[in-house]
């Protein structure tokens, strides 16, 4: 091309062109003639590939290699979808004992593929983890007959096709993208019991939810009057639905994308960008035909009806689908840059079907939601950069979020160099788990019971609309329409022509390949600081801003007819929608069978609070301090899960997990009374093997970096309690030996004496045992004092359990004083004689023997704090005075102790203290009740 050009000398330059805006000029005109031969090839490619894709049987993007397991078509009820077993590229190996993961690809009138679009994708990610993978991909064309519950039940099967091929892994993973999301969701809810994680990203289920200003596609139904235009293009097409239809609708949210900027991106990077815009556009130009039963099956009970997420939906069996079923834990995915599926789309579903956190846990399930800031909705699960950090660290933290109790979490994805525990974070991102309650949800759901009522209208009008049209216009449109008519409609459609005109079958297009290649044999690009391009960039960003100022514009104008319309109260009367008992979408009830299961359920777990051993009682407590912390990740359960051998050797995943989730319950439903068992649980453990479990909980905990204040304050508690299941030690005075009884018991009943203590004994109860002993001889009063001394632990004593052992003798009145210090309140006696403030995680070294039975002297109480001696009972042997001092060590005197841990637990309440967990009660000696006078 240059050598037909006019050329001037280039000393000539400066005399010919003194500012330089002339050769600026020849450039640009030169550069923008080459750019145009170039994107016109571009275009001409594009058609080529989009002819050569839709001829192929299965058509697909995925960019592995793959084999076909089973056929759709072979199953009882047949359809176009197929399972396929995805092979890891070079160099990537897998091991079939891990988990598989499932990628299912929307089917929303594009072709399959998009999951595994290129490697660092959904599938890419899981790949490079070490899973088998799995791909379910469709055919272009719909099996006659075909419905959305063919589909959902053809799904099942291909998943039960995945664990029989893994029989020795856990229940493999899904992701469902965009519209295989709501697929995957009915599916999990028939079948509960053989999905893994569910991961759902960008996928609607809560279909009247949205911001106003936001969401301007859900008022597409409603202004075309429902879902009568559906099944019109449907009987035009004899009974097919052109998926093109639905490829406009969603180009048509963004005019300024669709008409500019992505075609003049293009251009303006022909010499870059020509492989990424045509390798998009072999999936994005794929367009498949749905059948015209499955596109009304969706429209009038998802998209119109929003039956999915109301518990409405009955399959044709007569089984209900119920959101409330689904088992496995549900990751939702969504982008606020999302036009097409924004948040409140994706996470209305929640408030759609429960009354709140509590009714969440109620039904054993884990719903973890991220929202991402910017990424639109092919980013979710297209772009490469959201698959290197969120789907990897999905994938990475798949097993704790399978192991995670049950309630609503939002995720968050932070970059590790960025956090000051950088050191401690293995891979390049954290990704962590904040407990939410649906005030937070409402922040992003934003609810508008007065929305829900116009779109219940909308409902109503929908379904008036396609009675009207079923009854006067289908039959004339059926009798017109054929085959061969509805294959020229679909060829016609402006989305097929434009790939059509711009391809070889256009002769037009023979000479561009020729002047592409010359081209781009002499080709000269124009460097972005010249000045007619700076002046093109300027201009292409101003029709840009023009084209979102119209459609800004338009979604306002259209949100408020739509406002307007639906929202008269004569429109809603009309259809059936007055009366003050409509007014509000109310929350699903449940089934009368599920209320009996969770009450069953329950009583289960209130039979299992005593049950266990050590390994029960490191996985709670680790639970409850945990609980403390205002977020949570990974790194915790990755420690415990590689040192879970240590407690119990041969447990499989799949049993540690449930023991997890089993620990998490008991603790939800009586926290109190399940911290109250954790000595229970240790009995017959020694000293040692205690302080082995408190330092393995330190070790787990320590994965995290440093604890929160509130997670510290509760870590002080379950240490107090992991001491006070120490056996005691045999103690001798000078007068004789006596043997200290142990402080834990062998039975525990299922149901605990309210209110109870965590650690020492009350103050009153030891007060009488001592009393008691006192009135026999002096001799047996030192003896009885000093089992009395002796029932807190003696190795690593600490500062509660001497406070336990010196309350021995404080009066009646000072017993609010003596809360106990191991339940994390802080106490101050008001007794002259104040022990030294410890904590209780600090060993003190082992007293002497003759000491360590003298409790410290007390300064003699008034007398009109001092209660009257009651009758004296004589004990009749030592062995008495001995299951006395048991009863004091084993929280002897309940009735007094319940007072005394009232007070403590009305102080623990007033100063923001962790409340005192509960002691399950114990049998009580004989001697403990018979009445004896006070120390005075």
Request: charged letters at 25%.
């Amino acid at each position: 091309m240059t050598a037909l050009m006019p050329t001037i000398a280039e000393p000539l330059y400066p005399l010919v062109d003194p500012f330089g805006f002339g050769r600026a000029a020849v450039a640009y005109w030169r550069d923008s003639v080459e750019r145009s031969i170039l994107y016109m090839d571009v275009m001409r490619q594009r058609g080529n590939q989009y002819l050569e894709h839709i001829e192929k049987t299965r058509p697909t993007v995925l960019g592995f290699d793959t084999d076909i397991l089973l056929y759709g078509e072979h199953l009882p009820r047949p359809v176009n979808y197929e399972l396929l077993r995805v092979h890891p590229p070079e160099g990537v190996e897998t091991d079939e004992l891990a988990r598989p993961f499932v990628v299912v690809d929307p089917r929303a009138g594009h072709g399959p593929g998009i999951g595994g679009f290129k490697p660092d994708s959904e599938i890419g990610v899981a790949l490079r983890a070490g899973h088998p993978c799995y791909f379910i991909a469709f055919m272009p064309y719909p099996v006659a007959g075909q419905t959305v519950e063919d589909v959902v039940e053809a799904e099942v099967a291909f998943v039960r096709h995945v664990i029989e091929r893994h029989p020795n892994s856990e229940k493999p993973m899904v992701v469902g993208n965009c519209q295989a999301g709501w697929q995957i969701m009915m599916a999990a809810a028939l079948e509960p019991d053989i999905f893994g994680p569910i991961l759902i990203a960008g996928a609607p289920l809560s279909y009247w939810a949205g911001e106003r200003g936001n969401a301007p596609m859900r008022y597409t139904g409603g202004m075309a009057g429902g879902s009568w235009s559906t099944h019109m293009l449907s009987d035009l097409g004899d009974g097919l639905f052109d998926g093109a239809w639905l490829v406009q609708n969603f180009e048509r949210l963004n005019p300024a994308n669709t008409w500019w900027d992505k075609q003049y991106h293009l251009y303006a990077h022909v010499d870059s960008e020509a492989d990424r815009y045509l390798e998009f556009e072999r999936w994005w130009g794929g367009h498949v035909v749905l059948g015209g039963d499955e596109i009304q099956y969706i429209v009038d009970n998802l998209f119109v009806g929003n039956r999915l997420s109301t518990a409405q939906l009955v399959t044709s069996d007569g089984r209900r689908i119920d959101l409330r079923n689904v088992r496995s834990p549900v990751v939702v995915f969504c982008s606020r840059g999302d036009d097409i599926t924004p948040p409140p789309q994706a996470l209305g579903w929640v408030k759609d079907l429960y009354a709140g956190v509590d009714d969440i846990i109620a039904n054993e399930q884990t719903i973890v939601y991220c929202v991402h800031d910017k990424t639109g909705h092919l980013g979710i699960f297209v772009s490469g950069s959201v698959s290197r950090k969120e789907h990897a660290e999905f994938t990475a933290n798949m097993d704790y979020i399978d192991v995670l109790p049950p309630g609503l979490y939002e995720t968050t994805v932070s970059k590790a160099s960025d956090r000051p525990d950088a050191e401690l974070i293995e891979r390049d991102y954290l990704l962590e788990f904040e407990t939410r309650d649906f005030d937070d949800l409402d922040r992003e759901v934003k609810p508008r019971p007065e929305d829900d009522r116009r779109f219940a209208t909308v409902s109503r009008v929908s379904e008036i609309n396609l009675g009207l049209y079923r009854q006067f216009i289908q039959p004339w449109i059926k009798a017109l329409s054929t085959p061969e008519s509805a294959h020229w409609m679909r060829r016609m459609h402006p989305n097929r022509m434009g790939y059509r005109l711009m391809s070889d079958r256009n002769p037009l297009t023979v000479p561009l390949p020729v002047l592409a290649d010359l081209v781009r044999a002499d080709r000269h690009e124009l460097d972005d600081s010249n000045l007619f391009r700076v002046y093109e960039d300027i201009v292409s960003s101003h029709m840009s801003r023009s084209l979102d100022a119209w459609r800004s514009l338009r979604d306002k104008a259209l949100e408020r007819m739509f406002l307007d319309i639906y929202g008269q109260p004569l429109l809603q009367s009309l259809v059936g929608l007055g009366g003050a008992a409509n007014t509000e979408r109310k929350v699903p009830g449940s089934e009368p069978e599920h209320r009996r299961f969770v009450a069953r359920r329950q009583e289960e777990i209130r039979a299992r609070v005593a049950e266990g051993g050590a390994q029960q009682a490191v996985m709670r407590s680790i639970i409850f301090v945990l609980g403390g912390a205002p977020a949570t990740d990974g790194r915790n359960f990755r420690r415990l899960q590689a040192s879970q051998e240590e407690l119990n050797i041969g447990q499989g995943l799949a049993d540690f997990k449930h023991e997890m989730r089993e620990q998490f319950f008991i603790l939800k439903l009586d926290r109190e009374e399940a911290l109250g068992a954790i000595p229970v649980l240790l009995q017959g453990e020694d000293g040692e093997a205690i302080d082995g479990y408190i330092e393995h909980i330190e070790h787990i905990l320590a994965a995290s970096g440093d604890l929160s204040d509130r997670a510290a304050k509760r870590f002080d508690t379950i240490k107090a309690l992991f001491n006070q299941a120490r056996p005691s030690v045999k103690r001798r005075d000078g007068g004789g030996g006596a043997e200290a009884p142990t402080t834990t018991a062998r039975k525990a009943p299922a149901r605990a004496v309210k209110p109870q203590a965590v650690a020492p004994a009350s103050a009153e109860g030891a007060s009488e045992a001592s009393a008691e002993g006192a009135s026999e001889t002096p001799a047996k009063a030192k003896a009885g004092a000093k089992a009395a001394a002796t029932a807190a632990p003696t190795a690593r004593a600490t500062a509660s359990s001497q406070t336990g052992a010196e309350a021995t003798v404080t009066p009646k009145r000072q017993v609010k004083a003596t809360a106990p210090a191991s339940a994390g309140i802080d106490t101050q006696p008001e007794t002259a004689a104040k022990p030294k403030p410890e904590t209780a995680a600090k060993p003190k070294p082992k007293p002497k023997p003759e000491t360590a039975a003298k409790p410290k002297p007390k300064p003699k109480p008034k007398p009109e704090t001092t209660a009257k001696p009651e009758t004296t009972a004589k004990p009749k042997s030592k062995a008495r005075s001995a299951d006395a001092a048991s009863g004091v060590a084993g929280g002897g005197a309940p009735d007094k102790a319940a007072s005394a841990t009232s007070d403590g637990q009305r102080q623990a309440e007033s100063s923001g203290d962790e409340p005192a967990p509960k002691t399950p009660s114990r049998r009580r000696s004989t001697a403990s009740k018979t009445p004896t006078p006070r120390k005075r």
